[in-house]
């Protein structure tokens, strides 16, 4: 499994962007599929998880500024991004996993199994 993310970049507090992760390798819908963010010296971050049926998750601090598609096809969802602050400033990764490993249910996905090399997100106040 091969996962490339871009939309990365340097931006003003209060712009957007727009990230996309393009995948292959995998076969079959039965994955949990996510962004997360990491920042130096702290753990990886669930950003926002793409449930099912249109039914999304999303962590605390992003909720109401950013956006997972619902409509992919099979796809990695792309990741809307608005309002950005400084804190919003990372490295962002597309991460899927198997559904089986979080008991059938994405809503339960904190990690995943495979990841992206990330791409760079820097907010500037």
């Known amino acids: 499994v091969q996962l490339v993310e871009s939309g990365g970049g340097s931006v003003q507090a209060g712009g957007s962007l727009r990230l996309s992760c393009a995948a292959s390798?995998?076969?079959?819908?039965?994955?949990?599929m996510g962004w997360f963010r990491q920042v130096p010296g702290k753990e990886r971050e669930v950003v926002a998880i793409?449930?099912?049926?249109?039914?999304?998750k999303y962590g605390d601090s992003v909720k109401g500024r950013f956006t997972i598609s619902t409509d992919t096809a099979g796809n990695i969802p792309n990741l809307q991004m608005n309002s950005l602050k400084s804190e919003d400033t990372a490295m962002y990764y597309c991460?899927?996993?198997?559904?089986?490993?979080?008991?059938?249910?994405?809503?339960?996905?904190?990690?995943?199994?495979?990841w992206g090399r990330g791409t760079q997100v820097t907010v500037s106040s």
């Open positions: 991460g899927i996993s198997p559904q089986y490993q979080w008991g059938g249910s994405c809503r339960a996905m904190a990690t995943a199994a495979y």
């Open positions: 390798g995998y076969t079959g819908r039965s994955y949990c």
């Open positions: 793409l449930i099912s049926g249109g039914l999304t």
